[in-house]
């Protein structure tokens, strides 16, 4: 066999292994951590930071999150932090119990403690 021959014979050979690397890898629309949820499973996973990382990561638990609908609407504090006018967007929070405060102007205050699954976003609608 001549030199040239074995030289492309070689530089296919490599050429051919990346490109198999590449076509394995599936970064399938990610997020900027590298993870997105799987349609067809329903379960949230990483591939490893912005990039292929050559297996799969532990499966990421998707966050608490709260969402405070009050009728009519009011001021909302959730854990005594506060986050805007209702209906607010889902707010991250610890799973478990999360103390909501509603301020009205004509209605006054109104307290309210409910229990935030984990993982899952919980609607609380407050109607005074």
């Known amino acids: 066999m001549r030199q040239g021959k074995r030289?492309?014979?070689?530089?296919g050979a490599v050429l051919g292994l990346v490109a198999a690397r590449v076509a394995w890898a599936h970064p399938g629309r990610t997020?900027?951590?590298?993870?997105h949820n799987n349609r067809r499973t329903g379960d949230y996973h990483c591939h490893g930071g912005?990039?292929?990382s050559g297996g799969w990561s532990?499966?990421?638990?998707?966050?608490t999150r709260l969402q405070v609908v009050a009728i009519p609407r009011a001021r909302v504090?959730?854990?005594?932090?506060y986050v805007g006018l209702s209906p607010t967007r889902a707010i991250k929070v610890g799973s478990g119990s999360v103390k909501v405060r509603l301020e009205h102007v004509a209605l006054g205050v109104?307290?309210?403690?409910t229990n935030a699954a984990a993982g899952e976003t919980t609607e609380l609608t407050v109607r005074w």
Not at 7 to 11: E, I, K, L, T
Not at 77 to 81: E, T
Not at 110 to 113: I, Q, R
């Open 7 to 11: 030289v492309r014979v070689v530089v």
């Open 31 to 35: 997020n900027s951590a590298g993870c």
């Open 50 to 52: 912005g990039s292929y």
């Open 58 to 63: 532990a499966p990421v638990e998707a966050p």
């Open 77 to 81: 504090w959730i854990n005594d932090q």
């Open 110 to 113: 109104h307290e309210v403690t």
